[in-house]
Structure formats: C-alpha cells, structure tokens
C-alpha cells in the first residue's frame, strides 16, 4: 500500500497565469522570525528505493575504498545530476579524501608478564588491540602497566589524571565515558551526560599526548552505549585515518572487556571495581601495577588509498553566498568472512542508508520548490565509522567559507519505527537550532524532547561534532520513542529492537519496515532547512555550550 505522510498547507501558492512555469512556494515570515511555504510531501517509496539500493549485498557493506564505494559514489552522483544540481566541488561532484588502512595480519600477540596467579589475557576475549601508527610491524616490550582512571585532563573541570604517574613508555589502563557519568554528580563534568572526554578517541589522543606506549580502555557497555561484540568486530576489520594526519600516536591501542580487566587487577593484588569507583572521584590519582609488564606484537597491512567525500550545491537565489550544509555519511563497515567461506555483509541500512535516502528526498523536495535565498551543500561523507574522518577532511579543506556557514544538519540512523509525539535533539541545549526544531516540530504536532540516553555520548559520535569542533552550529535529531500507537511502551521496544542491529549483519532492509517516524522525520529535517535557508538567522551556540567560544571566533571572522 502507497504510504505517504503530507504536511498541512502552511501558506497559498502563488500561481502566475500564462507563465508556464511550474507554481513557486509563496513565503511567509512569521513574528519571531520562522519561515513557512507552501505543502511538501514525502513518500515511503521515496525513500525504500534507495535504501534498498544501498543497503543491497551488491554494495557489499559500503566499506571505503572497496567496489561498495565504487558503486555507492558512482549511485550518488548519478542521484545529484538527475535532480540537477550543481557539482559541489568546483565542477566535480567528489572531493577525495587520502586515507590510510591498517589491518590486523593474524591475531596479535599478547603476553602479561609478572601475574602472580598465572593469568594471562585471551586475545579476542579479554583483550583486542591494533595499532594506528602506520608501521607495518609494532612491537611493545615489557611495558609498566598503570591505571589513570578516566584518562581525562581537564583544566575546566579541575581534573588530571596523570598528576601523579608519568605514562612516558607505559600501557596505560583507562575507563570508557567520564567521572560524571559514574558518579551520578550533577555537578561533576555534565553529571550523567558524557562530555567529549568521554568518548574513546579523545582517550587515545590524550594517551598520545601522555608518551604512553599503549592504551587500553576498559569495556563497558552502559558506560560505552554498545555491547563488547562491537569493540571486537571493529577490531577485526579495517582500522582507517587521513593520511595525512601528523598528530602523536599511542603505538598500541585497544580494548580489555571487564572481566579481563578485573582478572589483570586481581593479578596485582587490586580490587578494579573499588579502584573503578575511586577514579570517579575528584583527587583520584593514577595507580601502578607494581611488577606487570605487558607486551605485544602486531603485525599489520597497512595501505593508502583515496576515498570520497560526495557533494552537490543548490544556489541560493538572493543570499547565494551564505550556505546550509547537510550531511549523512554513507560509508558503513564493509563484509568479512565467516567460517564457512560466506560473507558476513554488514549492510548498514539504518546505520546510514535511511540517512543518505533522507538526504536525497530532501535534496528532490529543494530542487521541485524552485531552491531557497539561501544555498545548500549536501554533502555525503565518506570514513565517518572510523572517527569521522570524511567530515574532518572536509572542515580543514572546505569547499565553501566555514565562516559562511549558517549551520550543519547532520542524519544519521533514522529509526523505522512507527510515528512518534516526539522528537530527540541530541545535544539538547548547544545551540539556538533547538529553537527551530520546536517551532517546525509544532507543525507535525510532535514535541522536543533531549536524548534520554545521555551518557552514550551520541552527539559526539556523528559528523556535526567536526563542524561544531571548528564554530559552527550542528544538528542532530533522533526519532523520539512515544508512539502514537502503544504510547512509550511500543516506541521504546521498537527503539530497542532497531538497536541490538547496530553494527551487525542484521542491520538490513526488510519489507515490513514501519517508515511512520521515517517520513515524519525526514520532513522535519526539510522544514528545519527551508526555515533556515529562508532566514536571515544566524543561530548561535548557547553560552553554557563548550563550543561558544569557538562560534564567537568564527563570527568575528565573518564581521
């Protein structure tokens, strides 16, 4: 059955008798400011098709520079002429990013020296490493092992947890989130909302920072937001980074489960659940665990290639030289083989086929309404799984003036869940974009509501953190979980169920997709840009935001 989801007439339609043009939305500037037009509607089949198409084993998990990539950009660009817009690279509709690809050659070997019991950690069990640093060979000999709590040093939060080791030449052994997550202090950090110090790549870099000779962050699947599987399927598969990245290196990186963790303190004599508590607490300083060592060698293939960053601009009609930019990654995590020879084939059709299939209706509905004062960029990102990278690339080599950056609306992971009364910004609060959200939500009758699951640090896991790392304004909506049919009990189960496929094979398309919350969302997403596009508004990032100041800066490049 045809399923489709029309916004209400917001304004009439200017109709020019004679011309022979196609109606033009008439515009209407509410008191405060906001932008209406005329309907736009969206349909299910508008967006099944391409994620079927994306999302397809043909496309073998979209992994950068593998055949998938060949097809998915080759898909792309071909999607971006047909709706006629403009190439979004001086006149090409890619811009590579160089890339450089790290895979494990076998399974490492890891070797605990100094256990008083005997125990040794089972590598794809207990432990996982890889390396980064682009040698083909990494070898740590013996190396003093340390716990430094969260790994976090924080001046704004009175907080360093090297004060009183120095991690030069050791592993070090640090926790995944931040102190105010495990406390519960509202007052410490963001209390349960993980900050970016949370998140493991910031762990990585400080260790980098640190001289440490490994990290090694300890699992936790609350404290992470993912299950221990997903650390190990990572680890399995190609590692990635620009290439041309000159930052400090941790040689060794990786993950120990908690079990594994509590096993190596238990060896030395320590209580890790005790010590886990402590380092949530201000003072903790970092423990040695006298007499272990720990050593490891990895071999590893390391490759260069390029990869693409896909773009197509739509001009803007009077303010062609301010710019909305929208994003959806394509990339996702590729196919390994299984034990009887087949592919395991991770499609990625939530995690990000819907986005991009958004992206593109969205990108259809701009161009059939004639485009907007100001211009668009759509901007498909490329390496966003391995940290972001595409968007990194694109923020330190922009087409387009950042400081002429009005805003980022990121879609990521769209939910095939049933239509909801609600909508999450995640990362409620950063920036004045809430207030566009509200005031377009209203219209779908739906309220704004902060992602409930904090703690997972999510608006850090997507490509607006690299446009908000630089000043400018990010936005990321999820699907919100009260249903209009069963209320929070049926959103809340289908959010659930949508999740246990996050980074698995099962992350597919299937012909009983619900595309309620789809639809809702992807119109949503269109009404904030139109808003925008249409707007003299700047949005800024609120004060309390750690990104203000950052704002502040690019503004007075602006001025």
């Not at 160089?98 to 590598?123: C, D, E, K």
């Not at 001289?211 to 699992?219: D, G, P, S």
């Not at 309220?447 to 790392?469: L, M, T």
């Not at 119109?523 to 100041?549: I, K």
Request: proline content about 4%.
């Amino acid at each position: 059955m045809k399923k489709h989801f029309v916004l209400p007439l917001l304004s009439a339609v200017v109709i020019i008798a004679g011309c022979g043009k196609a109606p033009e939305p008439s515009l209407s500037q509410n008191a405060d400011g906001h932008q209406s037009t005329a309907q736009v509607e969206f349909q299910a089949e508008q967006l099944s098709r391409h994620i079927q198409q994306l999302a397809s084993d043909a496309f073998l998990g979209r992994q950068p520079g593998t055949e998938g990539e060949t097809l998915t950009v080759d898909y792309l660009v071909q999607q971006f002429q047909q709706l006629g817009l403009q190439a979004g690279n001086n006149d090409s509709f890619t811009q590579a990013v160089p890339y450089m690809q790290v895979t494990n050659i076998g399974q490492p070997q890891v070797r605990l020296t100094g256990s008083a019991n005997g125990w040794q950690p089972q590598v794809g069990t207990d432990i996982v490493v890889s390396s980064r640093t682009g040698q083909t060979e990494v070898n740590l000999s013996a190396s003093d092992i340390m716990f430094a709590g969260y790994g976090v040093v924080a001046p704004e939060y009175q907080w360093h947890d090297f004060a009183a080791l120095d991690a030069k030449g050791k592993t070090v052994i640090v926790l995944v989130n931040d102190p105010g997550f495990a406390s519960k202090d509202p007052a410490l950090f963001k209390g349960e909302e993980m900050t970016y110090y949370g998140r493991w790549t910031y762990k990585y870099e400080e260790c980098a920072r640190q001289q440490a000779a490994a990290c090694l962050i300890v699992h936790d699947t609350a404290a992470a937001g993912y299950g221990f599987n997903v650390v190990q399927n990572m680890m399995q598969r190609a590692q990635f980074d620009l290439a041309n990245n000159q930052s400090a290196k941790t040689p060794v990186i990786g993950w120990l489960s908690t079990e594994g963790a509590e096993q190596l303190f238990a060896s030395a004599g320590l209580d890790f659940q005790a010590l886990k508590t402590r380092a949530a607490q201000p003072g903790f300083q970092a423990v040695a665990l006298e007499g272990h060592q720990l050593s490891a060698s990895i071999k590893l293939d390391v490759q260069t290639g390029r990869s693409n960053n896909v773009l197509a601009a739509l001009p803007g009609k009077s303010r062609a030289d301010e710019w909305l930019v929208v994003t959806a990654h394509w990339d996702h995590l590729g196919a390994i083989p299984k034990e009887d020879g087949a592919l395991a084939i991770y499609n990625g059709a939530i995690d990000n086929a819907g986005g991009v299939a958004a992206l593109l209706a969205i990108a259809e509905q701009a161009v059939a309404q004639g485009g907007f004062e100001r211009s668009v960029l759509f901007l498909v990102i490329t390496l966003e799984e391995s940290g972001l990278l595409g968007t990194k690339h694109y923020v330190a080599n922009p087409t387009v003036p950042l400081a002429q950056i009005v805003a980022n609306i990121n879609i990521d992971a769209l939910l095939p869940v049933p239509e909801t009364r609600d909508i999450w910004i995640i990362g409620l609060g950063q920036s004045e974009l809430d207030d566009v959200v509200r005031f377009q939500a209203a219209k779908q009758q739906r309220v704004v509501i902060g992602n409930p699951e904090v703690e997972k640090g999510f608006f850090y896991r997507s490509d607006q953190f690299a446009f908000a790392q630089v000043g400018i304004p990010g936005l990321f909506m999820g699907p919100g979980t009260d249903s209009l049919q069963g209320g929070k009990a049926v959103g809340e189960a289908a959010l659930q169920a949508t999740q246990a496929r996050y980074h698995t094979p099962d992350d597919i398309f299937t012909p009983d997709w619900d595309f309620g919350a789809l639809l809702q969302d992807t119109q949503l997403h269109y009404l904030v840009l139109e808003d925008l596009a249409n707007s003299g508004q700047w949005p800024n990032w609120s004060t309390q935001s750690e990104f203000y100041q950052l704002g502040q800066q690019l503004r007075q490049t602006r001025q």
